[in-house]
């Protein structure tokens, strides 16, 4: 089956295809990613995704792609510290398993298990934000992540303390 005879399926039937595209500086990866736009077009939404700790995202921002990918939503995945990764890496080797974040919580630091709760709120968050990009329904998040009210600053002059 052809991308355009799935395409005609899923539009027929009310369904738009959303893609990832990973902001990536390997030129493989951007190869793959200008195919895929180029083949879908218009037919498509696209989410980019970046990962700073992997990728500085420098090639990807700069290219021909990232360009006609300019108004689509972005997720910027956060960064987690080295010492977390190494606990987390720990925990995995003490249980002599991979384990996900969620498994590995309970053998963490406190600083750690609130970095790790950061991360996935910071993530989350962005879910929520394009959510119209990312699910069919925007109701169908039930769980919302609770964000803090932004409070302003009173303007203090130095020289009157």
Not at 62 to 69: I, P, T
Request: proline letters at 4%; aromatic letters at 8%.
């Amino acid at each position: 089956m052809s991308p355009f005879s799935a395409l005609r399926i899923f539009a027929d039937n009310g369904i738009r295809l959303t893609v990832c595209i990973f902001a990536s500086d390997e030129r493989a990866a951007l190869a793959s990613g200008a195919q895929i736009v180029s083949t879908l077009g218009e037919s498509a939404d696209y989410v980019v995704i970046s990962n700073p700790a992997r990728f500085t995202g420098q090639v990807f921002f700069a290219s021909k792609l990232a360009e006609r990918l300019q108004d689509s939503p972005q997720i910027q995945i956060p960064r987690i510290t080295g010492g977390t990764i190494e606990a987390l890496d720990r925990a995995s080797k003490q249980k002599r398993k991979s384990l996900i974040f969620r498994e590995a919580e309970p053998a963490l630091e406190i600083g750690s298990r609130y970095e790790l709760e950061h991360w996935r709120n910071r993530l989350f968050s962005q879910f929520e934000d394009n959510a119209a990009a990312l699910l069919p329904n925007e109701t169908l998040v039930k769980n919302k992540v609770t964000r803090a009210e932004e409070t302003v600053s009173a303007a203090i002059n130095p020289f009157d303390l």
